[in-house]
């Protein structure tokens, strides 16, 4: 469906009420084809002198997007209508990336020319790879991965101008082929390896697990269960909406930036603990439960008022029902720890049986409390043999697809205006400057 196909306006009115005024105002209202339609406020304060106040964006649409919806109280996540299910089910990362960019899913020669191009630029600068040694051996790999992709903009000088379609079109391929190559090198940089380069009859994941856990020494044989697992988990990232990191994209971008800082600049934004780093504390979590007999203790801990525990890997600000990526998870989970062994398999198990309780208990089903994405992911991630320091990374490899995607949606709008928010100040008022010998 055509973007504003079923969008359109109308108006609301809203009255205001301070102290000192009474106000009526008409605002209009754009319809949206999913989800809330929106109070255009865009002249509330030419017309009215107020600013909104919404720190948090919790009630904010801060863009127009076509890309992603998701409807938290039903548990619904569509990328360009498809469910996140049914991809995950039925395609692979390349094509949901295309997806998303492209807005349609490729026919079987579209596919053919975006693997292809794709491929092309799998490679990085050789002298890119100078840049590793400037870093500590003991560098977390997220930290490389904001230096390196920022680095980019001084190497691909024929992919910087975002006003020119097909340079913007080269710089969204050479992002999405480039960043597993990236990562894996950031990882081999930090245990001391030499750099595996890219292997470009390997698929996209294959070819990622290749580069990550092949040395010299030894014949590398790839496993079909974990290429297809982490394929998986790609597509399970690949974008979520306006989230922190999308927005940070998208700011950036809206100052005109090059698409290479823009990118860097996501990755800062996802690198937080409140945003791509929660899997890694449900892994701690679990091992700090340590066995079936103690989750009782944790639930009561997580509902103390008193305690600021909280179940790690529960809650979502936006999904109030199962996070529909949590469910895709826990199948891919199974096959997985099938694969490798039973060494997680005790925490899986333990997993299990701690959202089995959770989901029973009153505390949770009030406040509506499902586990998210993050509750199985670090298991899977971990059963494959990726460092805890290497999840972010892998977040922001897949997430680059919808960075991307959305980058590109801002900047072929017809109308580009820089992201300024205003604020409430609570500061002082003008004020007599004093001498330093008079300041007492
Ligand atoms: N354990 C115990 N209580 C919880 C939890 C939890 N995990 N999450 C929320 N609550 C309670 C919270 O105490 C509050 O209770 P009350 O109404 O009695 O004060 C109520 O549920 C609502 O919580 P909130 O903090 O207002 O909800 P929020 O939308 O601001 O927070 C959240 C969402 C994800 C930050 C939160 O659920 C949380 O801290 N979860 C654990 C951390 C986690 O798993 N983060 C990963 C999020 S998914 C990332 C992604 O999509 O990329």
């Known amino acids: 469906m055509a973007k504003h196909e079923?969008?359109?306006?109308?108006?609301?009115?809203i009255t205001l009420n301070?102290?000192?005024?009474?106000?009526?105002?008409?605002?209009?209202?754009?319809?949206?084809?999913?989800?809330?339609?929106?109070?255009?406020?865009?002249?509330?304060?030419?017309?009215a002198g107020y600013f909104t106040y919404d720190p948090g964006f919790t009630s904010t649409a801060s863009c127009d997007s076509a890309i992603t919806f998701i409807d938290g109280e039903k548990g619904i996540l569509l990328h360009r209508g498809y469910s996140i299910e049914t991809l995950a089910e039925n395609s692979d990362f390349l094509e949901v990336a295309y997806l998303l960019l492209f807005g349609e899913l490729p026919t079987e020669q579209q596919r053919a020319v975006f693997d292809e191009e794709i491929a092309t630029h799998t490679m990085v600068d050789e002298q890119l790879i100078r840049f590793y040694n400037g870093f500590r051996r003991d560098a977390?790999?997220?930290?490389?991965?904001?230096?390196?992709?920022?680095?980019?903009?001084?190497?691909?000088?024929?992919?910087?101008?975002?006003?020119?379609?097909?340079?913007?079109?080269?710089?969204s391929m050479r992002l999405i082929a480039k960043m597993p190559t990236i990562a894996a090198m950031a990882y081999k940089y930090t245990r001391g390896q030499p750099f595996v380069y890219p292997r470009n009859e390997l698929g996209y994941a294959e070819n990622f697990l290749r580069m990550?856990?092949?040395?010299?020494?030894?014949?590398?044989?790839?496993?079909?269960?974990?290429?297809?697992?982490?394929?998986?988990?790609?597509i399970l990232h690949a974008d979520h909406e306006q989230n922190a990191s999308t927005s940070t994209v998208r700011l950036a971008g809206s100052s005109q930036a090059n698409p290479f800082?823009?990118?860097?600049?996501?990755?800062?934004?996802?690198?937080?603990?409140?945003?791509?780093?929660?899997?890694?504390?449900v892994l701690k979590m679990l091992m700090e439960i340590g066995?079936?007999?103690?989750?009782?203790?944790?639930?009561?801990?997580?509902?103390?008022?008193?305690?600021?525990?909280r179940l790690m890997g529960f809650g979502h600000r936006v999904y109030k029902n199962h996070d529909p990526r949590a469910r895709v998870l826990r199948e891919s989970a199974h096959a997985v720890l099938r694969e490798m062994g039973s060494e997680e398999q005790p925490l899986f198990e333990l997993a299990l049986e701690l959202e089995r309780m959770a989901l029973e208990d009153d505390y949770f089903i009030e406040r509506k409390l499902f586990p998210n994405v993050d509750f199985y992911s670090g298991i899977i991630l971990r059963a494959m043999g990726f460092p805890v320091s290497m999840f972010t990374v892998l977040f922001a490899l897949a997430r680059t697809a919808g960075w991307v995607?959305?980058?590109?949606?801002?900047?072929?709008?017809?109308?580009?205006?820089?992201?300024?928010?205003?604020?409430?100040?609570?500061?002082y008022g003008p004020r007599e400057f004093i001498p330093r010998d008079k300041r007492g």
């Not at 990550?212 to 790609?234: C, G, K, T």
């Not at 800062?268 to 890694?280: D, K, Q, R, T, V």
């Not at 066995?291 to 525990?309: L, T, V, W």
């Not at 980058?407 to 500061?427: F, K, L, T």
């Open 140 to 171: 977390h790999p997220m930290a490389i991965m904001v230096g390196v992709v920022g680095a980019l903009s001084a190497f691909y000088h024929d992919s910087l101008d975002i006003h020119d379609p097909d340079q913007r079109h080269i710089a």
């Open 261 to 281: 800082a823009c990118i860097a600049a996501g990755i800062a934004s996802l690198w937080g603990p409140a945003h791509g780093g929660a899997n890694e504390a």
């Open 18 to 47: 301070d102290n000192s005024r009474q106000l009526q105002l008409e605002l209009p209202v754009l319809k949206a084809t999913q989800g809330p339609d929106v109070i255009d406020v865009r002249g509330l304060y030419r017309d």
């Open 6 to 13: 079923q969008a359109g306006q109308g108006t609301g009115s």
């Open 212 to 234: 990550m856990f092949s040395v010299p020494a030894e014949d590398y044989r790839s496993n079909p269960v974990l290429s297809q697992a982490l394929d998986r988990i790609f």
């Open 291 to 309: 066995s079936k007999d103690r989750i009782g203790e944790y639930i009561a801990r997580a509902r103390d008022k008193n305690d600021p525990f």
């Open 405 to 427: 995607s959305q980058w590109n949606e801002m900047i072929s709008e017809p109308v580009q205006r820089i992201g300024r928010p205003r604020q409430r100040y609570i500061g």
